[in-house]
């Protein structure tokens, strides 16, 4: 007589499998299906597996991911999730025209819990970047990182040296999770702009005196990053309304008069993003005529060849 094996089992995940003889392999064999969860998070990143085998005697061996060599390689039962981890930038928005240099910075939440309660291998962090210009792609590295429920909150502040100069930018931001999934790309474009508009008034000029209840105002505007500017007026205070442009961006626009008087007329250049250029015109409109009250010549009547004064009262 010789040792007959009674059974063979396997413990996975808290499951047991019990393996039957397949004649053809020669081998004890089971079929199971594989933990929903990833095994990532798992001490070691594995399923430990324990596989009993035991005799018609009652004697038994025992293998497990504790035992050296291959064996207990075999037992480390390596279970991948496949569900895509998430990015959302959540600074700057698509479009965005960031005007200050203080402004210029990212926020970005990376999750891998989108839709699932557990099971998830997590965000990867080391596999994260965002491009921000062709040549510049910041790594995890460079930001302050936060754990969060699912993931990670990932802020930057870039270092003076780094602050972007006025342009169209688009970020570009990708991350996988532990188990290789690759997140859809995110990507947002703004603009960089902290430079004023151009603006010129050519009239009026200042000190201007006029008697002309109409007044044409003239100049021109533009912006090297962030057109369209727009152009408005204020005179004394009160809203004159958008100047309409031309292409090349010169204006010219009528005003009326609204009070006789000392005159302040302002206008303000303001590209898209919002930051402004003022001029400022002070002049002056009166209607009034000069009132000539008195005339006085002296002498009057007066010898031929001989020396007169004549005096006017004006007012
Ligand atoms: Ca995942
Ligand atoms: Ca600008």
């Known amino acids: 007589m010789t040792d007959t094996i009674k059974s063979v089992v396997a413990v996975i995940n808290g499951a047991t499998l019990t393996l039957t003889y397949n004649s053809e392999s020669g081998k004890y064999e089971a079929t199971g299906v594989a933990p929903t969860a990833s095994s990532f998070p798992l001490d070691g990143g594995y399923y430990p597996v324990t596989v009993t085998a035991t005799y018609e005697t009652g004697e038994t061996t025992s293998v497990s991911d504790q035992t050296e060599g291959d064996i207990g390689e075999n037992c480390k039962f390596i279970v991948k999730e496949r569900v895509k981890p998430q990015i959302k930038i959540n600074y700057p928005t698509n ?9 210029q910075f ?22 994260f970047s965002i491009e921000i210009t062709e040549d510049q792609t910041l790594r995890a590295d460079d930001f302050e990182v ?11 502040t870039p270092p003076a040296e780094k602050i972007l100069s006025d342009g ?12 290789g999934n690759a997140a859809d790309a995110v990507a947002v474009s703004c603009v960089c702009d902290s430079t004023p508009p151009e603006l010129s008034v050519t009239s009026p000029v200042d000190g201007l005196a006029t008697a002309s209840s109409t007044l044409t105002v003239e100049g021109s505007t533009n912006d090297a990053t962030s057109v369209p500017v727009s152009v408005r007026l204020t005179l004394n205070g009160r809203d004159m309304g958008i100047v309409a442009l031309n292409e090349d961006g010169t204006f010219t626009k009528d005003i009326e008069l609204f009070e006789e008087g000392d005159q302040e ?3 303000t250049a303001a590209d898209k993003g919002g930051t402004k250029t003022t ?17 006085v010549i002296e002498p009057n009547p007066i010898d031929h060849g001989a020396t007169y004064t004549i005096r006017v009262e004006v007012q």
């Open 95 to 103: 479009g965005q025209y960031i005007t200050k240099a203080e402004d």
């Open 106 to 127: 990212l926020d970005i939440t990376l999750l891998d819990n989108v839709g699932q309660e557990s099971g998830f291998s997590g965000v990867d962090l080391d596999s």
């Open 146 to 156: 936060v754990e969060i429920d699912g993931g990670y909150r990932l802020t930057y």
């Open 168 to 179: 169209h930018y688009t970020f570009t931001a990708n991350v996988s999770d532990n188990d």
């Open 265 to 267: 007329l302002i206008v």
């Open 279 to 295: 001029i400022t015109r002070n002049f002056y409109y009166s209607t009034g005529v000069p009132v000539i009250s008195s005339v």
